[in-house]
């Protein structure tokens, strides 16, 4: 099956700053990539739709101007949690469409970024 | 607006079969996934069922019925390895590229 990095696979940081987490689809194009959140023994939530060379969309509840998402290529996507707080600790996974597929099983995930914020 | 409910825990012993279950309210949706996720890692893709009734995929099945908003996961022969978060997913009418995520249920398999 295709391959989804996620990177860092977990990351400190300090109330306040600001954190990017890499996506990228490593053996296809991916013009849809999804940000999902997951709080421990719970459901992945999905954050938005990052969308290549356009605006993210949003869920509602999100706060773009929290969680901002660039897509600027068919393989990277990121999302950077600003101003981050305790809060916003999390596991965040991203999850890819290969353009070529119309199935259910052409999504893949990366492995997720453990945040803590202290 | 999409709502999926799974218990939140089972427990089977080894070489067991147990069944998961997903109840759902939604508005339409392509199909009902199936997804696998163990502690701190990334969901993989199990079954999808795009249509009502079984689709089997070796050890893991999958059923769903529309007129029921009903679908289960069936794991046979169950290893201590299966022990790991399930969740049933949609993608919903009118945007394909969507999953929404059920509430998972943690199986554990005990010796």
């Known amino acids: 099956g295709a391959v989804v990095s996620q990177h860092p696979s977990r990351v400190i940081c300090k109330s306040g700053t600001s954190v990017k987490i890499e996506c990228r689809s490593l053996d296809f194009q991916a013009t849809t990539m999804f940000w999902y959140r997951q709080f421990p023994k719970q459901s992945l939530m999905l954050m938005a739709t990052s969308n290549e060379g356009s605006k993210a969309t949003y869920e509602q509840g999100v706060e773009k101007d929290k969680f901002l998402i660039n897509h600027a290529s068919l393989t990277l996507s990121t999302l950077t949690v600003t101003s981050a707080h305790p809060e916003d600790s999390s596991f965040y996974i991203c999850?890819?469409?290969?353009?070529?597929?119309?199935?259910?099983?052409?999504?893949?995930f990366g492995q997720g970024t453990r945040l803590t914020v202290v | 607006g999409q709502s999926l409910e799974q218990p939140s825990e089972v427990t089977a012993v080894e070489g067991a079969i147990v069944q998961i279950n997903c109840t759902y309210q939604?508005?339409?949706?392509?199909?009902l996934s199936w997804y696998q996720q163990h502690d701190g890692g990334a969901p993989t893709f199990l079954s999808y069922?795009?249509?009502?009734g079984l689709e089997e995929t070796g050890r893991f099945s999958s059923f769903l019925s529309r007129s029921d908003s009903y679908g289960y996961l069936l794991l046979q022969e169950l290893q201590m390895k299966d022990s790991a978060s399930y969740f049933c997913?949609?993608?919903?009418?009118?945007?394909?590229?969507?999953?929404?995520f059920g509430s998972g249920t943690k199986l554990n398999v005990k010796p």
């Open positions: 939604t508005s339409g949706f392509y199909g």
């Open positions: 999850s890819a469409r290969d353009v070529r597929g119309q199935g259910p099983t052409e999504a893949f």
């Open positions: 997913a949609v993608i919903p009418m009118g945007n394909f590229n969507k999953f929404y």
């Open positions: 069922n795009a249509l009502d």
